[in-house]
């Protein structure tokens, strides 16, 4: 299994409370990515790095933040949660070249009450 | 607008016989194509990818068909097993100008059932 670790596994958060999500590889790879898994929707990206403290916006970024202050970690924060909010949360990695593929973490499960 | 479309949402197939997922995508500019399979309450891992330089890529029992100019792309399972039982993502890249690696775009899955 590629080294990712995602924290915390499971999360009840309130309205309007903000969380973090972790995500920590040892893969020393370059690319990191947050997505968001919805019944109906697969899977969605919300933000991507491509190195330390470079980061940028996916298809569903509203409502998110991501910082990277060293290559192995890559936050994920919901400033205000809400109720949409709620869904699994898979952290991914990937190495840099042309045809590499993206190594996925075991996910996060938000429920926001 | 969805680039990569799975437009069948499931599958059921007896096991020994073949499995076809498939998958659609929109934009020309994919050149890397990749299937993931997930089971419930795990992350998607990686199961079978293929440039667009091929039109098929083996790997066991699983192999990926490219069809470029029908923009479609095809998973088969040979022969199918019940541990197969899963939600399957089709997934797209393209390079982006500068040669830097594009994000990966997702279908929405097809459930798998392989029934013994």
């Known amino acids: 299994d590629a080294g990712i670790t995602q924290s915390p596994r499971h999360k009840v958060t309130e309205t309007g409370t903000p969380v973090t999500l972790r995500c920590h590889q040892t893969?020393?790879?370059?690319?990191m990515y947050w997505y968001r898994q919805d019944p109906g929707h697969g899977l969605r990206l919300i933000h991507y790095?491509?190195?330390?403290?470079?980061?940028d916006k996916g298809e569903v970024s509203d409502g998110y933040s991501v910082s990277r202050s060293k290559t192995e970690d890559f936050l994920l924060t919901l400033e205000s949660a809400t109720s949409s909010q709620t869904s699994v949360y898979f952290c991914?990695?990937?190495?840099?070249?042309?045809?590499?593929?993206?190594?996925f973490g075991q996910g996060t499960r938000l429920t926001v009450v | 607008d969805q680039q990569v479309k799975q437009n069948s949402p499931s599958l059921s197939v007896q096991e020994g016989r073949i499995s076809i997922l498939n998958c659609d995508y929109t934009?020309?500019?994919?050149?890397?194509f990749l299937w993931y399979k997930k089971y419930p309450a795990e992350g998607p891992t990686f199961l079978i990818s293929?440039?667009?330089?091929?039109d098929k890529n083996e790997d066991g029992r699983f192999t990926v068909f490219l069809n470029k100019s029908a923009k479609h792309l095809s998973l088969h399972i040979v022969p199918s097993q019940p541990g197969d039982s899963a939600v399957y993502f089709c997934?797209?890249?393209?390079?982006?100008?500068?040669?830097?690696?594009?994000?990966?775009?997702f279908g929405k899955g097809t459930k798998l059932s392989v029934k013994p």
């Open positions: 790095s491509y190195g330390v403290k470079d980061t």
């Open positions: 991914a990695i990937s190495a840099v070249g042309r045809n590499t593929e993206a190594f």
């Open positions: 893969e020393n790879h370059r690319y």
């Open positions: 934009n020309s500019m994919f050149d890397y």
């Open positions: 997934a797209a890249r393209r390079l982006n100008y500068g040669g830097s690696q594009g994000n990966l775009i």
């Open positions: 293929i440039s667009s330089i091929k």
